[in-house]
């Protein structure tokens, strides 16, 4: 696995802990009846989403890392790849949370733009990487 490879993978396995304290929250929000988040369904169905997408998109980012480094690429195309495959775990989730930051929040503010943006992020860094290996 290539240095930059390697150094993307440790700053994505030290997000995996954030991932899991968000889960516990949002389960410590289910307990406990937290005004806000059980009457809210457009906040808990956000929060759910950018909980889980969080989740997904790493392990998906980690997996990633080690195709990236075996396509038949420039290493600008490399870097660009890895920039791209990444922003969709930090952008979406991101999105998701903070377009509903307030307990009262019962529609999503601009922040929710963050969303579609790393999905694009994400499908080109796939598109790029899949012509790349093949």
Do not use: C, E, Q
């Not at 080690?66 to 791209?84: E, N, P, Q, T, W």
């Amino acid at each position: 696995m290539s240095p930059s490879s390697l150094s993307t993978a440790g700053v994505l396995l030290i997000t995996v802990p954030a991932v899991a304290f968000g889960g516990v929250s949002l389960l410590a929000h289910i307990m406990r009846d937290v005004p806000g988040y059980m009457d809210n369904p457009v906040r808990r169905g956000l929060w759910r989403a950018g909980h889980a997408h969080a989740g997904v998109l790493v392990l998906f980012a980690l997996v990633a890392l080690l195709y990236i480094d075996r396509a038949d690429l420039s290493g600008g195309m490399k870097d660009l790849i890895r920039v791209l495959i990444v922003a969709a775990p930090i952008l979406m989730p991101i999105g998701f949370f903070l377009s509903v930051v307030r307990p009262s929040d019962t529609k999503p503010n601009r922040l929710i733009w963050l969303v579609p943006a790393g999905g694009v992020a994400l499908g080109a860094g796939t598109l790029l990487l899949g012509i790349g290996l093949v």
